[in-house]
Each structure stands twice: as structure tokens, then as C-alpha cells.
């Protein structure tokens, strides 16, 4: 799934550990306000839908749910 050389959005987690790559345009943007979101990142969560087929995701074995 997704292609990294064909990447519209690249990204990773601030310490580096996971990379992430979107090969598609990003649809509409949602934010949300609520208090857990800004007690973690110290303002507002905002996010995009991705389908799985344009998604990449490096040092996947970093990443926990």
C-alpha cells in the first residue's frame, strides 16, 4: 500500500521512530477542540481521512495502538 516516491504528504513522530507517506490528496481536514487533545498537544487535533491502498507507514514495528 501507498507509495512513498509518489508522496504528496510525508511525515513522521517527532522522535523520528515512524515515518509515514500519503500518495493521494488529502480530502477535507477535521479538527477537534476537546480537552484530551489539547492537554496532549497542547492545542487543537486536527486530522485527515487516508484509504489504506495510499498509505505508508516505515518502522512500522514502532508504532503502537
Given at each position: 500500500?501507498?507509495?512513498?516516491?509518489?508522496?504528496v504528504i510525508a511525515a513522521s513522530?517527532?522522535?523520528?521512530?515512524?515515518?509515514?507517506?500519503?500518495?493521494?490528496?488529502?480530502?477535507?481536514?477535521?479538527?477537534?477542540?476537546?480537552?484530551?487533545?489539547?492537554?496532549?498537544?497542547?492545542?487543537?487535533?486536527a486530522s485527515a481521512n487516508v484509504?489504506?491502498?495510499?498509505?505508508?507507514?516505515?518502522?512500522?514495528?514502532?508504532?503502537?495502538?
Amino acid at each position: 500500500p501507498g507509495d512513498r516516491s509518489e508522496a504528496v504528504i510525508a511525515a513522521s513522530r517527532s522522535c523520528g521512530a515512524v515515518r509515514f507517506f500519503v500518495d493521494a490528496e488529502l480530502g477535507e481536514i477535521d479538527a477537534c477542540h476537546r480537552t484530551q487533545y489539547r492537554k496532549q498537544a497542547g492545542h487543537f487535533f486536527a486530522s485527515a481521512n487516508v484509504t489504506h491502498e495510499h498509505l505508508c507507514i516505515d518502522d512500522e514495528e514502532n508504532l503502537t495502538w
